[in-house]
């Protein structure tokens, strides 16, 4: 089993910034991706970006381009999401994912094998 642990959330002001860590342990070297997925209030969950370690490249959902940065440690079972030009759009809670299977990330969330529990992530204006 891996267990993923989010770090990092809270509250700022649109336009500031906030970083994200989650951390695997347990059978972490199992894992290939680690990710991140949001859920607002009264939507449905959605994919934000992930990193695999076969690949190295970031992928983004297109409505964080640009503003969001995504990075990892595979030696660490760490990833990271650095957050700039925060909008309360971004309101939600933040899930760092994990997943077993090689090659580019998934984008949904039933392809992921570890969730952690959530990390709250509030911008107001």
């Known amino acids: 089993q891996v267990q993923l642990v989010e770090s990092g959330g809270g509250s700022v002001q649109a336009g500031g910034s906030l970083r994200l860590s989650c951390k695997a342990s347990?059978?972490?070297?199992?894992?290939?991706?680690m990710g991140w997925f949001r859920q607002a209030p009264g939507k449905e969950r959605e994919f934000v970006a992930a990193i695999s370690w076969s690949d190295g490249s970031p992928y983004y959902a297109d409505s964080v381009k640009g503003r969001f940065t995504g990075s990892g440690d595979s030696a660490k079972n760490t990833v990271y999401l650095q957050m700039n030009s925060l909008k309360p759009e971004d309101t939600a809670v933040y899930y760092c994912v994990a997943d077993r299977t090689w090659g580019p990330p998934s984008r949904l969330w039933s392809a992921y094998d570890y969730w952690g529990q959530g990390t709250q992530v509030t911008v107001s204006s």
């Open positions: 347990g059978r972490a070297f199992t894992i290939n991706t």
